[in-house]
């Protein structure tokens, strides 16, 4: 024998949703943002002279130019220096990351909250590595070419500065984030705060630290590029003179060139970040 | 050279004083005059329901929290008068054990250990590991033997065991040197049988080595099982401090009852 209660009920339950206070409220600051982001990008529209009917008209300048640019100047009087500007422009990326990373440690643990030794260090680590990252590395590039004259060096040594300022900053930040306990359990146990960043902080960021460091290798080989367009060397230098001169065909090989060595930068750091993260 | 002529715990001196020990957070009282001894040789239970500051008494003791009033005495230092080497030295003789264990994970369980011995190395020489003096990475490996993990030294800690990484916590406090040890709920997330195994290490250490021992547990019946005395924390004030023999369900109601006044 079945009573009614042995089986589930027919018809589901419900009840009243009760009505929430803040809702009229958020759907009225989210039309305030709607409004505010599209005035600000007629705004900007105004401001950068947008007008796509200009790119329309303006088609036949780039088709001669394509047309000039096609095929490249694959002759090894232009694939040759090419390549040898692509591998000073990957030195130039590479020393430029590298060089950076004692500063940008010693800024980073002296910049984070969670190891700094007093506010005003604080302060003034974080002030410094907002100024290095605030100032581009094309203009530290072109301060060091009044220094040091035309050349890669100038790059490498823009770079390490800008780098200094962006990687201090993530770095600091993610040291930040981590798990403060290790380093708790060795304040404890009496050991200093050199000897804290030591064994608890930095050991526990190491794959942070280094996913970060490829990215930013990645991101400065690119860089070392546009350095070049100002004289601080390597392929960028070669594009530059190759457009002045109105040798497309040969600025088109260089851009090849770039192009396999980026893609190639890019794969290979994403290769060693994957085989990190597993 | 002490340890030897102490290892028989007969005669038990204090190693750990609490006198009137005062906390408040934002004008909200959460200890009230505690007082509690614990001896060398003794492992110490403290009981209490959530929120009835147990973390708080042993991170004021470990310098985490600073007492608003009362007396801490470690190994027959009075902490109060002390300050900069004097009190960190005093401190030395107490390490900490905590829930969530505080390892780093990458390293190995030997490096682990060897950082409890990070206060006796010059900074020059304890920048990595590999510098560490031989004679650092020997005592730790006899700590970590002591915990009966010697055949796991060079494995990463993450690699191991909450169990295990809960015993390396403890072989790094030895590593430490300290004489007193405080554990705050060293067994909470651990397996049953973990948690017996930690729990009889502790009581091992406390006896055979000497050690005063005094852990945060949520289990009465461990407390029962491996503890020489209990001490209640009921909203921030001392309720009992008895041997665990003498410790009654009614005793044990009063810490745990619902309608507490902290209910939140
Ligand atoms: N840093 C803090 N700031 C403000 N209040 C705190 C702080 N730490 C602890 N408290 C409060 O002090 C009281 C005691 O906390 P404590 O952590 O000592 O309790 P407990 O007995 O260890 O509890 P549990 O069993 O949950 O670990 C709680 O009410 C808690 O909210
Ligand atoms: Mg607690």
């Excluded at chain 2, 060398?40 to 042993?58: C, D, P, Q, R």
């Amino acid at each position: 024998m079945s009573t009614p209660l042995d089986t589930p009920r027919a018809t589901p339950r419900r009840m009243p949703v009760p009505r929430d206070p803040r809702r009229r409220w958020r759907t009225g600051s989210l039309a305030a943002a709607v409004v505010v982001v599209v005035v600000l990008h007629v705004l900007a529209f105004e401001g950068t002279e947008f007008r796509p009917a200009r790119l329309i008209e303006g088609w036949e300048g780039m088709a001669r130019f394509l047309a000039e640019a096609f095929p490249p100047d694959l002759s090894w009087e232009v694939l040759g220096p090419s390549l040898e500007a692509t591998v000073v422009t990957l030195w130039i990326g590479l020393l430029g990351t590298t060089l950076s990373v004692p500063f940008a440690i010693l800024l980073a643990v002296l910049g984070a909250r969670t190891t700094s030794p007093h506010p005003l260090v604080y302060q003034a680590a974080r002030s410094v590595l907002s100024f290095f990252r605030a100032v581009p590395d094309i203009v530290f590039a072109l301060i060091f070419v009044t220094a040091v004259g035309l050349g890669p060096f100038a790059g490498v040594l823009a770079l390490i500065c800008h780098n200094t300022g962006v990687m201090g900053k993530l770095w600091a930040e993610s040291m930040e984030e981590i798990d403060q306990g290790p380093q708790e359990a060795l304040r404890t146990a009496g050991a200093n705060r050199t000897q804290q960043v030591a064994h608890a902080t930095l050991p526990m960021v190491v794959p942070q630290f280094v996913g970060l460091l490829l990215y930013r290798f990645d991101v400065n080989v690119r860089s070392s590029l546009v350095l070049g367009l100002v004289g601080a060397g390597g392929i960028g230098l070669l594009i530059n003179q190759s457009i002045k001169s109105f040798q497309f065909d040969e600025m088109l090989t260089h851009i090849i060139v770039v192009l396999v060595l980026i893609v190639v930068v890019d794969q290979v750091s994403a290769l060693v970040r994957r085989r990190l993260a597993a | 050279m002490s340890s030897l002529t102490m290892a028989a715990p007969i005669l038990q001196t204090t190693a750990l004083s609490v006198r009137g020990l005062t906390k408040r957070y934002g004008g909200r009282t959460v200890l009230s005059g505690v007082d509690f001894d614990v001896r060398y040789g003794e492992l110490v239970a403290f009981l209490g329901a959530n929120g009835s500051g147990k973390s708080t008494t042993l991170k004021c003791v470990m310098g985490l929290a600073e007492p608003d009033d009362g007396g801490i005495t470690l190994d027959g230092a009075a902490l109060g008068p002390l300050r900069g080497g004097q009190l960190q030295a005093a401190r030395r003789q107490a390490a900490m054990i905590f829930q969530k264990i505080h390892l780093v994970p990458r390293r190995s369980a030997l490096d682990n250990v060897c950082a409890g011995a990070l206060n006796r190395i010059p900074t020059s020489r304890s920048l990595i590991p590999a510098l560490f003096p031989r004679e650092i990475r020997e005592e730790a490996m006899a700590c970590l033997d002591r915990v009966g993990l010697a055949d796991r030294a060079l494995d990463k800690v993450s690699q191991l065991s909450g169990g295990q990484q809960q015993r390396v916590a403890v072989a790094r406090a030895l590593c430490q040197r300290a004489t007193i040890v405080l554990a705050d709920e060293p067994v909470s997330a651990l397996d049953p049988h973990a948690a017996e195994r930690v729990m009889a290490l502790l009581h091992d250490l406390a006896h055979s080595e000497n050690l005063a021992v005094a852990a945060v547990l949520h289990q009465p019946d461990l407390a029962r099982r491996h503890a020489d005395r209990a001490i209640g924390l009921l909203g921030g004030r001392m309720v009992f401090d008895t041997p665990t023999r003498d410790l009654t369900g009614a005793q044990l109601d009063e810490l745990y009852q619902p309608d507490r006044m902290d209910l939140t």
